[in-house]
């Protein structure tokens, strides 16, 4: 598939079915995943992988939860991901940069994040995510990003074991989309920005 083609085709899919990914897929998508840029080459991100419904079964929970104690949000759209046959949790840990900026020739040894203009260790950590994205529809198959509730941060690193330097930055739910069953209908292209709203040339 053309790259162009690709990016044209990208969308968030929010409901699957349960049929299995080809052999291979969870790798490639990793691999992938793995070729993001990163400040210094510090590599600061990792991946959390729940392949089956066993392994992400107390995520859903959790997110089921939340959805459905809040007002306003709708809990058959955490019903709809759960047959999605993979998630992968994107991770960033802010000391390997603060770290590796210290070993550098920069000599950044007092490790204050003041020097950094914006914190890279999660804009890298969401260029992970967009290649996956993507990834994902040259493979022919659908995704989902979908944020992890603060109120259930605790759970989720106790459940799944992840260390407290390590921040999710979301979850990918990824599988073979169910349009049918998708609560949320998809954006029309009317609706997105024009450029001339978008881009400022030569000033603001």
Request: glycine share 6%.
């Amino acid at each position: 598939m053309e790259f162009t083609e690709v990016i044209r085709r990208r969308k968030m899919h929010r409901a699957f079915t349960d049929e299995p990914l080809a052999p291979g897929t969870t790798d490639r998508l990793l691999r992938a995943a793995s070729r993001a840029p990163s400040a210094g080459f510090s590599q600061g991100y990792s991946f959390l992988v729940l392949e089956g419904p066993e392994e992400a079964a107390p995520l859903w929970k959790m997110t089921y939860d939340v959805a459905a104690a809040t007002e306003g949000d709708d809990p058959e759209q955490v019903t709809a991901l759960r047959p999605a046959p993979l998630v992968i949790i994107p991770l960033a840990c802010k000391d390997i940069y603060l770290q590796n900026y210290a070993e550098s020739e920069l000599n950044w040894t007092d490790l204050d994040e003041a020097r950094w203009p914006v914190p890279y260790w999660y804009i890298d950590t969401g260029f992970t995510a967009l290649l996956i994205l993507l990834s994902v529809v040259d493979q022919g198959i659908g995704a989902v990003l979908f944020g992890i509730p603060p109120s259930n941060m605790a759970q989720f690193r106790a459940q799944y074991g992840v260390p407290q330097e390590w921040v999710p930055i979301g979850a990918i739910a990824i599988g073979h989309p169910d349009p049918a069953n998708d609560p949320v209908p998809p954006p029309r292209a009317s609706q997105r920005k024009p450029l001339d709203e978008l881009v400022h040339r030569g000033c603001w």
